[in-house]
């Protein structure tokens, strides 16, 4: 099974940037290691949200050459890029169906809920190996588990 | 042939090998040979009607392949070609 493991306080500074973002959605990378199933987050990677302005307040954009400045960084850390974080402004947490056209296989995508400009709730998932849906992973900061399994929305 | 470059999340399929050496004279034909010797790519890289994801972007050099002849692009030996992903969602 994968976990993944963040701690607090970089959740904290991943809830800022969403919060700032707000009401656009707001994006960025999870660096760190895998040991295993646990994937340990070390740094993230706060980025702006490329897509024009009349969409970003349901649909996030990171380039290619963020993602590519994302990896050198991760290296230069002797790290990997585990996955990206973004929200869903007043909306639930969960993986929609362009969320899933879009996504990469074992990349871990935590999605944050913003009601009203406050983070509030945070829920990770993985893309099945087939692309049919997405299942949800436990999250971790510390030794606290603030997300366990649920039914995968999308089938 | 060319060496493509694998990113972070579909290098599970290539046995965790970052940097790949393939023959091909255009990018589609490195693409074919590339999901030809890793088979696991190929969902991942190609949709059910065998088009290129959206959010897969290939550059030779640093010349985006749709700046050039998109899949026809020609390549030459020792080129490098990037597979860089974006990243979307919503």
Redesign the interface.
């Known amino acids: 099974m994968t976990i993944l493991s963040i701690p607090a306080e970089l959740l904290q500074e991943l809830s800022h940037h969403l919060e700032v973002a707000y009401p656009d959605?707001g994006?960025g990378f999870l660096l760190g290691e895998s040991q295993g199933g646990l994937r340990r987050v070390r740094a993230i990677l706060p980025l702006p949200n490329a897509?024009e302005p009349s969409a970003r307040h349901?649909?996030?954009?990171?380039?290619?050459q963020d993602?590519?400045q994302a990896?050198q960084r991760?290296a230069q850390e002797a790290c990997?890029?585990l996955g990206?974080f973004?929200s869903h402004p007043d909306s639930p947490n969960i993986?929609?169906e362009?969320?899933r056209?879009?996504?990469?296989?074992?990349?871990v995508?935590l999605i944050t809920t913003v009601n009203q400009g406050k983070a509030t709730h945070h829920r990770v998932w993985l893309l099945r190996e087939?692309?049919s849906a997405f299942d949800e992973i436990p999250l971790q900061t510390g030794e606290e588990v603030i997300s366990s399994s649920y039914p995968s929305p999308i089938s | 042939m060319a060496t493509i470059r694998i990113p972070t999340p579909l290098r599970p399929y290539t046995n965790g090998q970052s940097d790949l050496t393939v023959s091909g004279e255009t990018v589609g034909q490195v693409l074919d040979s590339l999901v030809q010797q890793y088979p696991a790519l190929r969902p991942h890289i190609f949709n059910e009607n065998g088009e290129l994801r959206p959010f897969v972007n290939l550059f030779i050099g640093e010349e985006n392949i749709n700046d050039l002849q998109g899949t026809t692009t020609p390549v030459k030996d020792g080129d490098r070609i990037l597979l860089i992903p974006s990243i979307a969602g919503g």
């Open positions: 959605e994006a897509r349901n649909r996030f954009l990171i380039t290619p993602y590519a990896e991760a990997d890029v990206v973004h993986p929609s362009f969320d056209q879009w996504a990469l296989p074992y990349f995508y087939d692309r």
